[in-house]
């Protein structure tokens, strides 16, 4: 009983940090076997499709030295991992029922996103989420699929200066431009372990930063609503019905 | 055995697509699932009953159909048991959705996913702005 208040008391504080707060926060993984289920699942997808690599950091390892058009295919083969939204979600059921309840909305296809170490590469301009057209009462959950030992990750912008810059852009007609543009300069990404997940709103600025590493970063990523919440612009393109057990 | 698509009315649920799109995604479709298309059918507007495809089925026995997306599936009841009846060993494809499957069950699941959306509320993108839609989230929560 204490223990259920606790927990309850706890998500209550993640809720509020992620409407009137800074809008995003880490948060562990709250069931690992599906999620190290998944991750499993996605070395044997990838490795069919690359020809090579046992494990994440072989596989990692084979995709850094990858061209942009070999990560785009292997990208494209990933569509075949038609049940990572179900496997991401359920990895968090607590959290996703404490933000949104038991019936949802979730994104038909999770997202893998294979990030090449060098200067060419892995450049994610600073935007939101809101700007592909989800509901504003969406939630994007993302984790990498290894611990991130270098610059790799994904940086978050609190939610009161990213409401500030989209004011700003809103008055001049701009969605994610320079402004956005330059505040990719001078970030630093958390070093996340793997396990740990950033839950945010579509209205926190986010992005990535070129790195160095021998290894490429491995993310996924999986956005969520409330069924009782009205959508915007995408319907069942991109959404399908969810039901958490 | 062959593969056919459909082209019906503009108004598709809550997409608005001409039929030269609706083939444009069709194709596209096929192409990335190497299937092959032999028959392209147009159904009258204003209409979502497939029945054209249902009485050319009669004879040519297709074995796989192409549609842009599930909203483009019958939603009253003799429409839908006559779509049943006549056509659940057809592979259905919904193109937007990249769904396939066939069968009573999964004909069925995929109808009820559109009734599912079709009577979920909507905001009107055209009549908001950033700002009010972030005002909307702080005041009515996500739950």
């Known amino acids: 009983m204490v223990k259920g208040l606790s927990l309850k008391l706890k998500y209550m504080d993640l809720y509020n940090k992620l409407i009137s707060g800074p809008g995003y926060s880490v948060y562990p993984i709250e069931n690992m076997k599906i999620f190290k289920k ?33 990560v785009n295919k292997a990208m494209i083969n990933l569509l075949t991992f038609t049940n990572l939204s179900d496997m991401m979600i359920d990895s968090c059921p607590d959290l996703v029922e404490t933000l949104c309840g038991k019936e949802l909305f979730i994104q ?12 060419d590469h892995s450049k994610q301009w600073t935007h939101y989420e809101m700007m592909s ?13 290894h611990d ?43 070093r996340l372990k ?9 209205f926190v600025l986010h992005g990535n930063v070129p790195f160095n590493s021998e290894f490429a970063r491995i993310a996924c990523n999986v956005r969520f609503q409330s069924f009782n919440k009205p959508l915007l612009q995408k319907n069942t393109d991109y959404l399908k019905y969810y039901r958490l057990q | 055995m062959s593969t056919v698509t459909i082209t019906t009315d503009i108004n598709i649920g809550p997409f608005k697509i ?16 190497n299937l092959i298309v032999d028959v392209i059918i147009p159904e009258p507007m204003m209409s979502n009953a497939l029945a054209t495809v249902q009485w050319l089925h009669k004879d040519k026995k297709f074995s796989k159909v192409i549609l842009c997306s599930i909203h483009q599936l019958p939603n009253i009841k003799n429409r839908i048991d006559e779509l049943l009846k006549n056509m659940q060993n ?25 009734k599912i959306f079709k009577n979920a ?22 739950r």
């Open chain 1, 133 to 145: 057209g989800i509901s504003p009462f969406t939630y994007v959950l993302w984790a990498p699929l």
């Open chain 2, 121 to 142: 509320k909507t905001i009107d993108s055209s009549k908001t702005t950033w700002s009010e839609l972030y005002k909307l989230m702080q005041q009515k929560g996500t």
């Open chain 1, 194 to 202: 793997f396990g740990e997940a950033v839950i945010f709103n579509p």
């Open chain 1, 38 to 70: 998944l991750r499993d699942s996605f070395v044997d997808k990838i490795t069919t499709s690359i020809g090579s690599g046992k494990n994440i950091n072989e596989v990692r390892k084979a995709m850094a030295r990858m061209s942009k058009a070999e």
């Open chain 1, 108 to 119: 038909r296809r999770a997202h893998t996103i294979i990030n090449v170490p060098g200067k």
């Open chain 2, 90 to 114: 057809v592979e259905f494809h919904f193109a937007l959705e990249g769904i396939s499957g066939k069968g009573k069950t999964f004909l069925l699941e995929c109808i009820n996913e559109a």
């Open chain 2, 18 to 33: 001409p039929s030269n799109g609706q083939n444009m995604i069709m194709n596209n479709y096929a192409q990335r699932n």
């Open chain 1, 148 to 190: 991130l030992d270098d610059d790799g990750g994904a940086y978050h912008i609190d939610q009161k200066i990213s409401l500030e810059i989209m004011k700003k852009e809103e008055a001049t007609g701009l969605v994610n431009g320079p402004t956005v543009f330059n505040m990719m300069e001078n970030q630093k990404p958390p």
